[in-house]
């Protein structure tokens, strides 16, 4: 079977590329990539945080475990302390649970600022106020929203509530203020496609256009090595088809990004690899989740894998943690790893730098 129409770029924004979320942001960290090269410890880069595992949606494909655990700010400023000093450049609240359901979540958006590092936060935006908006503005570089639908019934069928009406209200609030205080924030909407929104992806990009955001991400659902193909070749078509007849609503304040992700989670692809042989991205970033744990990544955090968990954050120095990651990272088995991650791109810059290039100073 043949594609018979013409697909967005790989891996970008519709026409521009993203300006946003690229692939390449690690060669901003020359230091970070010279220290690596050399085999020396190297302090993550970005840190995710999970503040809560309380949630208020219950969306089908998500596979964090949920309690009534949260951790304190108390513990939280801890950490913060130990991964600024270490060198740690910017922090992202995330789940795990939605970290807006903390009450200190907008204590913590500035105590993080405090420490000197950059912030985002990706969040459901199903409860907020104008103090929350305004921490969020005055001190997030950026936030995301995952939205994943233009309609109440897709919203509920998707995320489990019936909280699309005040989603939407406080999208358009978050704007507001935005324009109020003249924040330079950045707001996204994400979009996870699933078998309840493959036709709504038009519509929730002319929606998301209408809200005064400045991005909208289309994304698959995160698939493993092996794994059946969750989309057949004509719902790739009718989703790619979309995204091209969405293109003429992009303008310079608004974009439209087609997720890399889709690069491999391609039903006419015939072989679905990682494109790297191994996690080399796995010191630059980590996760942590609301007992302090350390982790690889976000993913591990998912399953509870202790046996990718480097230490607790609360407890420990991190650079105790940061000497056990060598040898606890040996214990990563790829093909438990999902096929597309937010470190997939970084492995794939990082092992093409492990290759010696012929004539390598002609540029």
């Known amino acids: 079977m043949t594609n018979p129409i013409r697909l967005p770029a790989p891996g970008s924004s519709i026409k521009a590329g993203s300006i946003y979320i690229s692939t390449d942001k690690i060669f901003h960290h020359p230091e970070i990539i010279n220290r690596w090269k050399q085999g020396t410890l190297v302090p993550p880069v970005t840190v995710e945080i999970h503040l809560t595992e309380r949630c208020n949606n219950s969306c089908y494909y998500c596979q964090y475990p949920k309690s009534l655990s949260s951790m304190t700010l108390k513990d939280f400023d801890i950490i913060l302390g130990k991964l600024s000093r270490a060198g740690t450049k910017a922090i992202i609240l995330s789940g795990g649970g939605e970290p807006t359901l903390h009450p200190g979540c907008a204590r913590a958006i500035r105590m993080i600022a405090k420490h000197q590092m950059d912030?985002?936060?990706?969040?459901?935006?199903?409860?907020?106020?104008?103090?929350?908006?305004?921490?969020?503005?005055?001190?997030?570089?950026?936030?995301?929203?995952?939205?994943?639908?233009?309609?109440p019934d897709v919203y509920?069928?998707?995320?489990?509530?019936?909280?699309?009406?005040?989603?939407?209200?406080?999208?358009?609030?978050?704007?507001?203020?935005?324009?109020?205080?003249?924040?330079?924030?950045?707001?996204?909407?994400?979009?996870?496609?699933?078998?309840?929104?493959?036709?709504?992806?038009?519509?929730?990009?002319?929606?998301?256009?209408?809200l005064g955001v400045d991005y909208i991400q289309i994304r698959p659902v995160e698939t493993m090595p092996g794994e059946r193909m969750k989309y057949s070749k004509a719902q790739y078509i009718r989703i790619m088809d979309q995204l091209e007849r969405s293109s003429p609503l992009e303008h310079p304040c608004f974009k439209i990004i087609r997720s890399n992700k889709w690069d491999i989670i391609n039903p006419f692809l015939k072989k679905r690899l990682h494109g790297f042989s191994f996690c080399h991205a796995y010191m630059m970033i980590a996760a942590i989740d609301v007992h302090g744990d350390y982790y690889v990544c976000c993913h591990?955090?998912?399953?509870?894998?202790?046996?990718?968990?480097?230490?607790?954050?609360?407890?420990?120095?991190?650079?105790?943690?940061?000497?056990?990651?060598?040898?606890?990272?040996?214990?990563?088995?790829?093909?438990?790893?999902?096929?597309?991650?937010?470190?997939?791109?970084?492995?794939r810059c990082l092992e093409s730098l492990k290759k010696p290039v012929p004539h390598e100073n002609f540029l």
């Open 300 to 347: 591990q955090i998912e399953t509870r894998n202790k046996q990718l968990c480097f230490g607790n954050a609360i407890n420990e120095p991190i650079a105790t943690i940061m000497s056990r990651r060598q040898k606890i990272i040996k214990n990563l088995d790829m093909k438990k790893c999902y096929l597309e991650c937010r470190a997939s791109n970084i492995n």
């Open 156 to 210: 509920r069928q998707i995320r489990g509530t019936a909280g699309f009406s005040e989603v939407i209200k406080n999208i358009r609030r978050l704007v507001e203020i935005k324009t109020q205080l003249g924040s330079t924030t950045t707001i996204g909407l994400q979009s996870v496609i699933n078998k309840h929104n493959l036709q709504d992806v038009l519509d929730e990009i002319n929606l998301a256009s209408r």
């Open 119 to 151: 912030s985002g936060l990706i969040t459901n935006l199903l409860q907020g106020n104008d103090q929350l908006f305004k921490s969020i503005l005055r001190h997030c570089t950026w936030c995301r929203i995952s939205l994943d639908a233009s309609t």
